[in-house]
């Protein structure tokens, strides 16, 4: 059964339903300016209804009922004017039929002094809209039609001119195409030209195609502005007007939170970098070492800083993956070792997460394969120039960095030198890596035990008697959501999360990054022998950055099973000493090489020049023949040469007084000499030869 105020449509006009009653319903059409009330019996509307011809829809004026005009505003007067006028009518049954209407209609003329049309008007209006109050509201709202196309006339729309010259422009379809183009080209892009400038620009279009118009009458600025408002929406303005890059960070709207995505601890880490705005000083105090890097791995659904690394490599693979081992593996030694005495349960975040979110530089390649084949983990990479998709990573680390500025000297500020006399900030360092790690250390406890996060987004079945702090969000969801973390050997997650790098196998073992390493297992594989053999060509190869005394060969490709190589005597150069400075050293000695070859060719080509001269110049000296035939010359080399040897041997014999003059030198042995003044023989050491 309908009620009253329902909306119907019926034979494609509707209807609104005005008065019930047992027999019959009593509408008007909502469309017509010229509609009355109708009576229709009930049994009819119910047999349409049956057919399907008659069906309840939405009220057209419901926002009518949400309106609320201002106090004593010309709208809140029209409308109570109104339904004083007619409040006599709308109460009385009889209003609603045709043979008691007119003698009502003549009563209210005489008691409100309103024409009979308008008081028609005003019920029209009062039925048709929803019988309420609001229903008399004036359209204000439509009032000059705004954001709607001028019809186009011989006559310039709008105020004419008093001041300037000129009787102005009428913009038609040609002047708006220029608009615009001017627009589109040099105001809705990303650098950010001001409108003056394009309409500047549509003035140099204007006068080529109008050549003969006057300047004063040349479509104005405002004009501009006002088709830019008219035609371009706000959103489209301002995603137009904005860097692509900043509107997708900065400036979208927000459309969903970060925590809704997640099911629970460790569904999803956050992984970032920045360069810390604080300049070091070295161990020992005796330089600036320049600011260090800053890596935080944070969970999303807590909000908990699950691990971290600070140290002065740049962001990068191998730096991230040594911020993912510390958040996947107890921290309880190394806050020790800074001197923060905690329990596991304090820094609860051990085990392999499910996602973890990075930058596409450095969680993208085959590298971080192994860790998602090995182990499972789902890695998610945001778009590019996309930090607003790691919002939370990001918002951490002004709040670890906001713990220390205020106290900290060698704080990074707006600029090198302030003012004119002022001190450069780098010259302040006064904290060494250890003292700053320690103060991070602090600042992430401080942060996962304490902080209370106000804006948190909260579970709908998280109690409202659990503080919003990191430690309680991520205990009641490991017990009410997802479960504990997957554990793992911390052995075998090193090696996992470890770089990898190609490796090739010759006579002096394996070969990585110019050092040779071996290992038991590869010397009984019987690959080192130098013999026409077959072997393998190259292997994949794990590595620790802070170690180059060690490789981590994997001999079977997909397999886990993994040799531990170390440094041959042919690259012990490079023990004790870590991947970086290894690189470093090779890189020094190609540069040393190269410039060594330089001086090489040099004087190789020197040596050239001198050779080609002497032969030159021999050759001019050379007989054109040896007086004897060519047997007897070749018969007579062996006398010719044992000639030559004697006179060599007289030319390098001493003069006999400058020799006795200089008295014998006198031969002392350090050790014992041998009996028979032999040296010793050291070739089976040397050669390592036991037979």
Same mark, same amino acid.
């Given at each position: 059964?309908?009620?009253?105020?329902?909306?119907?449509?019926?034979?494609?006009?509707?209807?609104?339903?005005?008065?019930?009653?047992?027999?019959?319903?009593?509408? &008007?059409?909502?469309?017509?300016?010229? !509609?009355?009330?109708?009576?229709?019996?009930?049994?009819?509307?119910?047999?349409?209804?049956?057919?399907?011809? *008659?069906?309840?829809?939405?009220?057209?004026?419901?926002? *009518?009922?949400?309106?609320?005009?201002?106090?004593?505003?010309?709208?809140?007067?029209?409308?109570?004017?109104?339904?004083?006028?007619?409040?006599? *009518?709308?109460?009385?049954?009889?209003?609603?039929?045709?043979?008691?209407?007119?003698?009502?209609?003549?009563?209210?003329?005489?008691?409100?002094?309103?024409?009979?049309?308008?008081?028609?008007?005003?019920?029209?209006?009062?039925?048709?809209?929803?019988?309420?109050?609001? !229903?008399?509201?004036?359209?204000?709202?439509?009032?000059?039609?705004?954001?709607?196309?001028?019809?186009?006339?011989?006559?310039?729309?709008?105020?004419?001119?008093?001041?300037?010259?000129?009787?102005? $422009?009428?913009?038609?379809?040609?002047?708006?195409?220029?608009?615009?183009?001017?627009?589109?080209?040099?105001?809705?892009?990303?650098?950010?030209?001001?409108?003056?400038?394009?309409?500047?620009?549509?003035?140099?279009?204007?006068?080529?195609?109008?050549?003969?118009?006057?300047?004063?009458?040349?479509?104005?600025?405002?004009?501009?502005?006002?088709?830019?408002?008219?035609?371009?929406?706000?959103?489209?303005?301002?995603?137009?007007?904005?860097?692509?890059?900043?509107?997708?960070?900065?400036?979208?709207?927000?459309?969903?939170? $970060?925590?809704?995505?997640?099911?629970?601890?460790?569904?999803?880490?956050?992984?970032? !970098?920045?360069?810390?705005?604080?300049?070091?000083?070295?161990?020992?105090?005796?330089?600036?070492?320049?600011?260090?890097?800053?890596?935080?791995?944070?969970?999303?659904?807590?909000?908990?800083? $699950?691990?971290?690394?600070?140290?002065?490599?740049?962001?990068?693979?191998?730096?991230?993956?040594?911020?993912?081992?510390?958040?996947?593996?107890?921290?309880?030694?190394?806050?020790?070792?800074?001197?923060?005495?905690?329990?596991?349960?304090?820094?609860?975040?051990?085990?392999?997460?499910?996602?973890?979110?990075?930058?596409?530089?450095?969680?993208?390649?085959?590298?971080?394969?192994?860790?998602?084949?090995?182990?499972?983990?789902? &890695?998610?990479?945001?778009?590019?120039?996309?930090?607003?998709?790691?919002?939370?990573?990001?918002?951490?680390?002004?709040?670890?960095?906001?713990?220390?500025?205020?106290?900290?000297?060698?704080?990074?500020?707006?600029?090198?030198?302030?003012?004119?006399?002022?001190?450069?900030?780098?010259?302040?360092?006064?904290?060494?890596?250890?003292?700053?790690?320690?103060?991070?250390?602090?600042?992430?406890?401080?942060?996962?035990?304490?902080?209370?996060?106000?804006?948190?987004?909260?579970?709908?079945?998280?109690?409202?008697?659990?503080?919003?702090?990191?430690?309680?969000?991520?205990?009641?969801? &490991?017990?009410?959501?997802?479960?504990?973390?997957?554990?793992?050997?911390?052995?075998?997650?090193?090696?996992?999360?470890?770089?990898?790098?190609?490796?090739?196998?010759?006579?002096?073992?394996?070969?990585?990054?110019? !050092?040779?390493?071996?290992?038991?297992?590869?010397?009984?594989?019987?690959?080192?022998?130098?013999?026409?053999?077959?072997?393998?060509?190259?292997?994949?190869?794990?590595?620790?950055?802070?170690?180059?005394?060690?490789?981590?060969?994997?001999?079977?490709?997909?397999?886990?099973?993994?040799?531990?190589?170390?440094?041959?005597?042919?690259?012990?150069?490079?023990?004790?000493?870590?991947?970086?400075?290894?690189?470093?050293?090779?890189?020094?000695?190609?540069?040393?090489?190269?410039?060594?070859?330089?001086?090489?060719?040099?004087?190789?080509?020197?040596?050239?020049?001198?050779?080609?001269?002497? &032969?030159?110049?021999?050759?001019?000296?050379?007989?054109?023949?040896?007086?004897?035939?060519?047997?007897?010359?070749?018969?007579?080399?062996?006398?010719?040469?044992?000639?030559?040897?004697?006179?060599?041997?007289?030319?390098?014999?001493?003069?006999?007084?400058?020799?006795?003059?200089?008295?014998?030198?006198?031969?002392?042995?350090?050790?014992?000499?041998?009996?028979?003044?032999?040296?010793?023989?050291?070739?089976?050491?040397?050669?390592?030869?036991?037979?």
């Amino acid at each position: 059964m309908l009620r009253i105020n329902d909306v119907v449509m019926y034979l494609d006009t509707r209807y609104r339903i005005l008065v019930v009653s047992d027999t019959q319903y009593t509408w &008007i059409d909502i469309d017509s300016d010229k !509609a009355f009330p109708e009576q229709i019996p009930l049994s009819e509307v119910d047999a349409e209804i049956l057919s399907e011809a *008659l069906r309840k829809v939405e009220d057209p004026f419901l926002h *009518l009922a949400a309106q609320l005009p201002e106090q004593g505003s010309t709208a809140q007067k029209v409308r109570d004017k109104r339904l004083a006028a007619i409040e006599m *009518l709308i109460n009385h049954p009889d209003i609603y039929y045709r043979t008691g209407r007119n003698a009502l209609i003549k009563q209210a003329i005489e008691a409100s002094g309103s024409a009979k049309k308008t008081l028609y008007s005003h019920l029209r209006q009062y039925w048709q809209r929803g019988c309420t109050p609001n !229903a008399l509201l004036p359209d204000y709202d439509n009032s000059g039609a705004r954001g709607e196309k001028r019809a186009t006339s011989d006559k310039k729309l709008g105020r004419p001119r008093s001041i300037a010259p000129g009787t102005g $422009a009428i913009i038609d379809s040609s002047i708006e195409r220029m608009f615009r183009i001017v627009l589109d080209r040099y105001y809705l892009t990303e650098k950010s030209h001001s409108l003056p400038y394009a309409h500047r620009r549509f003035e140099d279009m204007f006068e080529t195609a109008n050549p003969d118009e006057l300047k004063e009458n040349f479509p104005t600025i405002r004009q501009l502005r006002h088709f830019y408002e008219r035609e371009y929406i706000r959103p489209d303005r301002i995603r137009l007007r904005a860097n692509k890059i900043n509107y997708q960070k900065d400036i979208k709207p927000l459309h969903g939170t $970060a925590t809704a995505g997640v099911h629970g601890p460790g569904a999803r880490y956050e992984i970032d !970098a920045t360069i810390a705005d604080i300049y070091l000083l070295s161990a020992d105090r005796q330089s600036i070492i320049g600011r260090p890097t800053l890596y935080a791995v944070i969970d999303v659904y807590s909000r908990l800083i $699950a691990g971290f690394y600070v140290g002065l490599e740049n962001p990068s693979y191998v730096t991230a993956m040594l911020a993912l081992v510390n958040a996947m593996t107890d921290k309880v030694q190394l806050c020790q070792s800074y001197g923060y005495d905690i329990e596991s349960e304090d820094w609860p975040s051990i085990g392999i997460p499910d996602a973890i979110l990075a930058d596409r530089g450095e969680l993208l390649g085959y590298q971080i394969e192994y860790l998602e084949q090995a182990f499972g983990v789902r &890695i998610e990479n945001t778009p590019p120039y996309r930090g607003d998709a790691k919002g939370i990573v990001e918002r951490n680390f002004r709040t670890l960095q906001a713990d220390f500025k205020p106290f900290a000297p060698g704080v990074v500020t707006g600029n090198i030198v302030r003012k004119r006399g002022g001190k450069d900030y780098r010259l302040d360092a006064t904290l060494t890596l250890h003292e700053f790690t320690k103060i991070i250390i602090g600042s992430i406890l401080h942060r996962n035990q304490h902080s209370v996060l106000v804006k948190y987004d909260r579970d709908p079945e998280m109690p409202d008697t659990l503080a919003p702090i990191p430690i309680n969000i991520w205990h009641w969801g &490991i017990q009410n959501r997802s479960g504990r973390l997957r554990n793992t050997s911390a052995a075998a997650l090193k090696i996992a999360l470890l770089p990898r790098q190609k490796v090739t196998l010759s006579d002096y073992g394996i070969q990585c990054f110019g !050092a040779y390493y071996t290992c038991r297992e590869l010397v009984e594989s019987g690959w080192l022998h130098r013999t026409r053999q077959q072997r393998p060509s190259s292997f994949i190869a794990a590595y620790d950055p802070a170690v180059a005394d060690v490789i981590y060969v994997f001999p079977d490709a997909g397999q886990p099973d993994y040799w531990e190589c170390s440094l041959t005597d042919r690259s012990r150069e490079f023990r004790g000493r870590s991947m970086w400075e290894m690189w470093v050293s090779n890189q020094q000695q190609k540069k040393t090489i190269a410039t060594a070859k330089l001086s090489e060719q040099e004087n190789k080509r020197a040596l050239e020049n001198v050779i080609d001269e002497t &032969i030159r110049a021999a050759e001019k000296l050379r007989p054109a023949y040896f007086g004897d035939s060519k047997t007897e010359t070749l018969a007579g080399i062996k006398k010719s040469r044992l000639e030559a040897r004697d006179a060599e041997r007289q030319q390098r014999r001493p003069d006999s007084k400058t020799t006795a003059s200089k008295p014998k030198a006198e031969v002392k042995y350090l050790h014992k000499p041998p009996e028979d003044g032999a040296f010793p023989d050291f070739l089976d050491d040397l050669f390592g030869d036991d037979e």
